[in-house]
């Protein structure tokens, strides 16, 4: 069996059947959304191709069978996560590390010095138990059965997620690492973040997301993310999305952040791995005077495939947005880029600005682009842009004649082209962010 | 009183005579009651019967319907408006024989007004409101026909073309844009009547523009016309359609299908200033192939109608092609501009450029809806794309939904889009230099506009101004 899914099968059912008892547990109120969420999904049609999002990308390809929707075998592929866990704390600058494994077990290091700042950083299930009204105000506000049947999935299913909230006026000096392992191949997980930032409260978050089956053949791993984030007003919130994952793998992941008067978002998807990984990254502009930046990069290579959509909602005035999302090609790899600026009616005086940069490396690489614009106001300041081509010959040229060797003079090339998207990035995660560039330019 | 009746009624003799030499057709008056609303396999088999074709064509007709029967309505773009659209009620054939009998006062007093600040005839306005087919510029269209036909230049309207040349309409009908390409291009097939025929022989280069402004004073224009034009090697051509007055009609849907089809060498440029009245649904399929060495341009203006859907192709199918696309849209009151273009490079050292500018104006809406595809090992493609959008109201909206596919690497794209209102600044500086703020800022657009307006003929040109003059008034509260 390849890591293919067959939807034309008929004999497939891709329902998901009675919630397991472990996933009633809790109050009232999310066992009702559990269950409308599963209902949203089972009722839900699977989205139609050649429909926007999924233009580029067979939806059947995360979809599971009903037999192994729920299955909690995700394997023994975690031995290493040990190792990379010490590897981060040693290297320092960490308030500390979150380990998930499948979205079931989820385990704390180092993260001492930030309880004792007054920042919560629990178990989602134990976060239900603590702060149970503080949790009800904020899971599936952003992300829910509306959102998409993909998102119902996860909102039905997910068995543990991570919980962080900064108080108001707390400042979280390094950032926080959160470490998410998928199991090996045939494993299915549903991971599931929600993050407070209260008021003028400052966050870093690095969301590694890694494992996965590393066999291209055998049955893929599944996993299907959601990610929720608020900043309240005055909040200052980094989030880098470090996707990692192995080359059997398949992906979903949602995020959606809110940010409200005179908040500050930085939104960072940097995806490396998988067989195919589609992202859906969007930030709602909530108060007057909000900033969002987001910066994005994608590398494939091989048979890669990456589908990323990015969303800037302006949904108030006086605000303002930006994105940069570059994408670096080798090989047979494939990008398809969306991304949408919205600023609605009553959101007044805005600037926002997107760009989409495709570099092809190859003759078979192929990138598609379609940055979109919706404006429902005159006072606007909008432009977009989006680029494909390969390196600049002459460029190359240049260098060669300057005693530098092909290879390198294309490395040279690539790093400057993603080195505006890495600034800003704390140094130890950028030295390892330009380690990937350089690993996926070199492995043949 | 009594002479307008008897000049409609030789009207409609006439026209009567008309068909009855042409399509061997007696019964006019008879006919006006038996053509009933909707569209069905009845209709298409009358109205092909009608124009005595040949069985090929009424074939194509009768496929082209279920295709349309079978198709969903697009559920992008404007759905709610498209859902207005009740296909029972309209009239597929008769409805230009209706539109004779309407009498001038009929016509909207917007569009009357607009005549008269265009400065347009009498005659002429009567001719654009829909109410007559006469009018004395027929010398012209004759003789202008006359200096064609020396060079060999076929320039009809389409029946007679089918008539004339089925050889080469058979060749061509549909080869551009087939049935399948989508429901509206499904319905003009099986119910298309009119429009125009073009065919230029190798090596001719028609030095004025054709007009279909000439050609449909003899041959009413449909509200399915369907055009083609066909460029032979090295040869040149520029035709223009429509015209900057409003054209009036009753009926709300009109789906035309233009297809191009320029040959080694050869160079086609189609104008298109669209006013329709702001009650029509104008949704348009309008594709060119460029073979060797080709150069195709389309300029495309949308001024009018309530919901235009129309995005000009070109297909690059041959080494050395040449595409252009000029687009400007202009969205007043409930309008909604649904434009765009697509460029498909299918060969080597092709290129292209699109350039459009939108204007959204009170609660108007403009959308750029664009497809640039690059196919697999074509070297040497260059592309570059330019959008720019003007807002003007506090309700205007514009959306901007480009899509790249591009699967080749050694290929440079580039892809630009701007939003903004009127600068404050630019406003100020003008209202320094003693410019009222209205004509600061028709001045503004007018600039913006520019692009295009350069590219039209001078009378076009100047009438386009006047146009967005007169869409500008009392822009400012």
Same mark, same amino acid.
């Given at each position: 069996m390849s890591n293919k899914t067959d939807t034309k099968n008929s004999t497939s059912d891709f329902s998901i059947p009675d919630l397991a008892p472990e996933l009633l547990r809790g109050p009232n109120w999310l066992r009702d959304i559990r269950k409308k969420s599963r209902e949203t999904f089972n009722n839900a049609p699977v989205p139609r191709r050649g429909l926007h999002l999924w233009r580029y990308t067979d939806p059947g390809k995360f979809l599971i069978d009903r037999e192994r929707v729920l299955d909690t075998d995700y394997g023994e592929n975690f031995n290493a996560v040990?190792?990379?866990v010490q590897n981060h704390l040693r290297q320092g600058n960490l308030s500390g590390v979150v380990t998930d494994l499948?979205?079931?077990? $989820?385990?704390?290091?180092?993260?001492?010095?930030?309880?004792?700042?007054?920042?919560?950083?629990?178990?989602?299930?134990?976060? $239900?138990?603590?702060?149970?009204?503080?949790?009800?105000?904020?899971?599936?506000?952003?992300?829910?059965?509306?959102?998409?049947?993909?998102?119902?999935?996860?909102?039905a299913l997910w068995n543990d997620g991570i919980f962080v909230y900064v108080p108001d006026g707390v400042t979280v000096e390094q950032p926080l690492h959160l470490l998410r392992e998928s199991g090996l191949g045939g494993s299915v997980q549903y991971p599931r973040l929600l993050v407070v930032v209260g008021k003028n409260a400052e966050l870093t978050l690095v969301d590694e997301y890694g494992g996965g089956s590393t066999d291209r053949d055998a049955v893929a791993s599944y996993a299907n993310s959601a990610v929720e984030i608020f900043g309240l007003e005055d909040s200052r919130i980094s989030y880098v999305c470090l996707q990692?994952?192995?080359?059997?793998?398949?992906?979903?992941?949602?995020?959606?952040?809110? $940010?409200?008067?005179?908040?500050?978002?930085?939104?960072?998807?940097l995806a490396f791995g998988g067989a195919l990984a589609k992202q859906n990254f969007g930030v709602q502009l909530n108060g007057r005077g909000a900033e969002s930046v987001m910066r994005g990069l994608l590398f494939g290579s091989g048979h890669q495939q990456g589908d990323n959509h990015t969303l800037h909602?302006?949904?108030?005035?006086?605000t303002v947005s930006s994105i940069d999302f570059k994408v670096v090609l080798r090989e047979r790899a494939r990008s398809a880029y969306t991304g949408l600026i919205r600023i609605e009616k009553d959101a007044r005086t805005c600037e926002a600005y997107q760009e989409n940069r495709n570099l092809l490396l190859s003759r078979d690489a192929r990138a598609r682009t379609i940055p979109e614009l919706e404006i429902l106001n005159e006072d606007v300041r909008c432009s977009h842009g989006a680029t494909i081509g390969p390196i600049d010959p002459n460029s190359v040229f240049y260098l060669q004649s300057r005693g530098i060797r092909l290879a390198d003079a294309v490395r040279?090339?690539?790093?400057?082209?993603?080195?505006?998207?890495?600034?800003?990035?704390?140094e130890n995660l950028r030295a390892r962010i330009n380690d990937f560039v350089s690993q996926r330019l070199e492995q043949e | 009183m009594a002479s307008e009746i008897n000049q409609r009624n030789r009207d409609l003799a006439s026209l009567g005579e008309d068909y009855a030499t042409k399509y061997g057709f007696h019964d006019p008056v008879d006919y006006f009651h038996k053509g009933a609303?909707?569209?069905? /396999?009845? +209709?298409?088999?009358?109205?092909?019967?009608?124009?005595?074709?040949?069985?090929?064509?009424?074939?194509?007709?009768h496929q082209a319907l279920d295709i349309f029967l079978s198709k969903p309505m697009p559920d992008w773009a404007d759905s709610e408006m498209l859902a207005e659209i009740d296909f029972d009620n309209i009239y597929y054939f008769m409805k230009p024989i209706k539109d004779q009998q309407k009498s001038w006062d009929d016509v909207?007093?917007?569009?009357?007004?607009?005549?008269?600040?265009?400065g347009i005839p009498e005659a002429e306005r009567k001719f654009l409101g829909g109410v007559s087919a006469q009018y004395e510029s027929e010398v012209v269209y004759h003789s202008m026909r006359e200096d064609l036909q020396k060079q060999g230049i076929v320039f009809l309207d389409m029946d007679s073309g089918l008539r004339e040349r089925p050889d080469v309409v058979k060749e061509y009908f549909g080869s551009v844009i087939p049935a399948m390409d989508n429901k509206f291009a499904a319905l003009n097939t099986a119910v298309w009547s009119g429009g125009s025929f073009i065919y230029v022989p190798p090596g001719v280069n028609v030095t004025v523009p054709l007009q279909a402004y000439f050609r449909i004073n003899a041959e009413n224009m449909g509200q399915f016309e369907r055009t083609l034009i066909i460029a032979d090697k090295g040869s040149r051509v520029h035709y223009i359609e429509g015209c900057t007055a409003p054209v009036y009609s009753t009926d709300s849907l009109h789906s035309a299908v233009v297809e191009l089809v320029a040959l080694e060498d050869s160079y086609i440029r189609y104008t298109t200033i669209q006013n329709w009245a702001h009650n029509i649904?104008?949704?348009?399929?309008?594709?060119?192939?460029?073979?060797?060495?080709?150069? +195709?341009?389309? +300029?495309?203006?949308?001024?009018?109608?309530?919901?235009?859907?129309?995005?000009?192709?070109? #297909?690059?199918?041959?080494?050395?092609?040449?595409?252009?696309?000029?687009?400007?849209?202009?969205?007043?009151?409930? #309008? /909604? #501009?649904?434009t765009g273009a697509k460029m498909i490079h299918a060969a080597p050292n092709t290129s292209s450029r699109v350039t459009s500018k939108s204007i959204s104006k009170d609660n108007g809406r403009s959308s750029y809806r664009g497809l640039i595809k690059v196919h697999k090992n074509m070297p040497g493609v260059k592309v570059s794309v330019e959008c720019d959008a003007l807002l003007i109201g506090e309700e205007a909206r514009s959306d901007t939904y480009p899509t790249m596919e591009i699967d080749h690497d050694q290929v440079k794209i580039e892809h630009e889009a701007r939003v903004s209102k009127v600068a404050e600044e630019q406003l100020f500086y003008l209202c320094s230099r003693g410019l009222t703020e209205d004509d600061a800022r028709l001045l503004i657009v007018n600039g913006f506009m520019e692009p295009f307006t350069k590219e039209l003929p001078l009378e076009y040109a100047v009438e386009l101004n006047r146009l967005i003059e007169l869409e500008m008034e009392g822009s400012i509260g």
């Open positions: 040990e190792k990379i499948a979205g079931r077990r $989820i385990d704390f290091f180092g993260t001492e010095n930030l309880v004792a700042q007054g920042v919560t950083v629990l178990r989602l299930s134990e976060a $239900i138990e603590q702060h149970p009204e503080l949790v009800e105000r904020y899971l599936y506000q952003l992300v829910n059965s509306a959102t998409g049947k993909f998102e119902a999935m996860n909102g990692r994952q192995a080359s059997g793998m398949n992906s979903y992941l949602t995020h959606r952040a809110r $940010i409200e008067r005179g908040a500050r978002m930085l939104t960072m998807p909602w302006h949904a108030a005035g006086e040279m090339i690539v790093s400057g082209f993603v080195m505006t998207t890495l600034t800003g990035l704390p | 609303r909707g569209v069905n /396999h009845e +209709v298409v088999e009358m109205i092909s019967k009608m124009k005595n074709e040949p069985k090929w064509m009424a074939d194509i007709r909207p007093e917007y569009i009357k007004n607009t005549f008269d600040k265009l649904f104008n949704l348009v399929t309008k594709r060119a192939s460029a073979y060797r060495n080709a150069t +195709v341009e389309w +300029v495309d203006g949308n001024m009018g109608s309530r919901l235009t859907m129309k995005y000009p192709c070109i #297909q690059l199918l041959e080494e050395g092609a040449k595409g252009e696309i000029l687009s400007v849209a202009f969205a007043g009151k409930n #309008q /909604h #501009q649904d």
